[in-house]
């Protein structure tokens, strides 16, 4: 098995195995983690992939980013304990729309949205790496709704791991909060902030980057930023495409873009041999990402509230992972830009990276009424109900008119019962939450509100964490 170590997207985090990578979220020079070359998967491996479960195309796609300390026996084990709370058999469904368009349904798991299927994998790997480790792990985390859900159930009661969730306080669907603070495990922290998402998440990335904090606690970070959230997401991009004929067809696949961590994992895949068409980087009015890919000027706007939450970034943490490789992994030549970045608030992307990121990615704006008139559509022609976001990838995904024989894959990244108001005013349906959650609105809720401000945050979680 050979070595697989992780560098940092700024040049000077040095290079760390697998477990010590997914321990520290970020490394010490402020960058991002990536693996130090892109494993690659022949035609014949990917092949090899045609007719395999779930569990199994997870254990061959992962192995391939996991060093010699967890060993296939261990890892299969671990996969299968991850999946195991999912209540689709087939685990990521994919269903068909109508001659083109395909439906990759990630909401089957514990908390109804995508991040499950990699949070409930990240819940199983810290736990095992913090067996024959001392003390505990403090993680610390923003989330725009669905991230905080799913790291919460995938960590609650866990050994040897304690969890700080940061939301932005009223901007969180009912039924994201609740399934954020009914759960009651003393391992779990819920914090609501005055401010936004991207508020949240600066905090957290300033507390996981600040030496004192680090000397303190051990600390660790389950957003997108954590590479092993991305490895489990190449997963279904693999699991999807051979089950429609990959590697001998091409596929495209439309992917509703927050962090830019989901549709990352697909260029990721594509890099490592999967032979994706497109993909189809589908934004709400939060279009920093599109603005970058189309304009070349990368640069926050405010964050305007909409129906897509999990959308409402105006930083994208992973478009720092695209960059470094465009920038063929020039880690100062990052660093400089990303400092740069901080000071300015902008950033120009090369022309020469953005016109070849531009043969891989196709990216789309996709307002309200588009995305309810999509709901409607697939609820009325399809029968199928769609959750907002999910919505907004099926309309970037019927936008695109180039090369028609090629099937398009819009990954459906929340249930729909998780957004019911949206979802009845546009179709007229009102989707049913699943058994699990049957009772939610009953349940207790537990959260302490703090000011959008880091060193409260922090104080808070160091009076916490020892307790
Ligand atoms: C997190 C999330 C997204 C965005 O995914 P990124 O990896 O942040 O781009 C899209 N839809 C839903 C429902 C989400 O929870």
């Known amino acids: 098995m050979p070595e697989m170590n992780y560098v940092s997207t700024r040049g000077e985090g040095g290079s760390l195995p697998f477990a010590d990578a997914m321990m520290a979220g970020l490394a010490t020079d402020g960058g991002l983690f990536v693996p130090d070359r892109w494993p690659s998967m022949t035609a014949d491996d990917i092949a090899g992939l045609a007719g395999l479960s779930y569990v199994d195309t997870a254990t061959a796609v992962c192995r391939r980013f996991?060093?010699?300390?967890?060993?296939?026996?261990?890892?299969?084990?671990?996969?299968?304990a991850a999946y195991a709370g999912f209540d689709h058999p087939a685990v990521?469904?994919?269903?068909?729309?109508?001659?083109?368009?395909?439906?990759?349904?990630?909401?089957?798991?514990?908390?109804?949205?995508f991040k499950d299927v990699a949070l409930q994998l990240l819940g199983q790997l810290f736990e095992r790496s913090m067996r024959g480790r001392d003390g505990r792990l403090t993680i610390v985390?923003?989330?725009?709704?669905?991230?905080?859900?799913?790291?919460?159930?995938?960590?609650?009661?866990?050994?040897?791991?304690?969890?700080?969730m940061l939301h932005p306080r009223g901007r969180v669907s009912e039924v994201q909060r609740r399934q954020m603070t009914s759960a009651m495990a003393p391992n779990i922290h819920n914090i609501a902030i005055e401010g936004t998402f991207d508020d949240a998440q600066a905090i957290v990335?300033?507390?996981?980057?600040?030496?004192?904090?680090?000397?303190?606690?051990?600390?660790?970070?389950?957003?997108?930023?954590?590479?092993a959230r991305?490895?489990?997401?190449?997963?279904y991009y693999f699991h999807a495409a051979v089950r429609l004929g990959a590697p001998g067809r091409k596929i495209a696949f439309s992917v509703p873009t927050g962090?830019?961590?989901?549709?990352?994992?697909?260029?990721?895949?594509?890099?490592?041999?999967?032979?994706i068409d497109r993909l189809i980087v589908a934004t709400n009015a939060n279009d920093i990402v599109h603005r970058g890919l189309t304009t070349g000027r990368?640069?926050?706007?405010?964050?305007?509230?909409?129906?897509?939450?999990?959308?409402?970034?105006?930083?994208?943490?992973?478009?720092?992972?695209?960059?470094?490789?465009?920038?063929?992994?020039?880690?100062?030549?990052?660093?400089?830009?990303?400092?740069?970045?901080?000071?300015?608030?902008?950033?120009?992307?090369?022309?020469?990276?953005?016109?070849?990121?531009?043969?891989?990615?196709?990216?789309?704006?996709?307002?309200?009424?588009e995305m309810r008139d999509t709901m409607q559509w697939a609820a009325h022609h399809c029968g199928q109900l769609l959750d907002p976001h999910s919505a907004v990838g099926l309309a970037a995904a019927r936008r695109l008119r180039h090369r028609p024989e090629v099937p398009i894959i819009t990954l459906a990244t929340a249930h729909p019962a998780k957004f019911p108001e949206i979802v009845e005013q546009a179709t007229g349906i009102a989707p049913?939450?699943?058994?699990?959650?049957a009772d939610l609105l009953d349940r207790e809720e537990r959260f302490d509100v703090l000011p959008n401000d880091s060193a409260a945050i922090w104080s808070f979680i160091c009076d916490r964490a020892n307790a």
């Open 66 to 80: 996991i060093g010699p300390d967890i060993d296939d026996h261990a890892l299969r084990r671990l996969v299968t």
């Open 92 to 113: 990521v469904p994919l269903v068909q729309l109508d001659d083109r368009h395909f439906l990759l349904e990630l909401f089957h798991g514990p908390t109804l949205a």
């Open 141 to 164: 985390g923003a989330t725009s709704g669905d991230t905080g859900a799913a790291a919460i159930h995938a960590l609650a009661g866990r050994e040897g791991v304690d969890l700080f």
């Open 205 to 227: 990335k300033q507390i996981l980057r600040d030496p004192a904090a680090a000397a303190r606690l051990r600390l660790g970070a389950v957003n997108s930023i954590n590479w």
């Open 230 to 235: 991305l490895m489990a997401q190449i997963v």
């Open 259 to 275: 962090n830019f961590g989901d549709v990352f994992a697909g260029y990721v895949a594509a890099r490592m041999g999967l032979p």
């Open 298 to 369: 990368y640069a926050p706007d405010t964050v305007v509230p909409t129906d897509t939450p999990a959308m409402d970034i105006q930083v994208s943490s992973n478009f720092e992972r695209l960059l470094f490789d465009l920038s063929k992994r020039d880690g100062r030549r990052i660093a400089a830009m990303m400092a740069d970045f901080e000071t300015r608030r902008s950033l120009w992307i090369p022309e020469e990276w953005r016109a070849w990121a531009a043969q891989r990615f196709t990216s789309f704006r996709i307002e309200a009424e």
């Open 432 to 437: 049913q939450l699943p058994a699990r959650w």
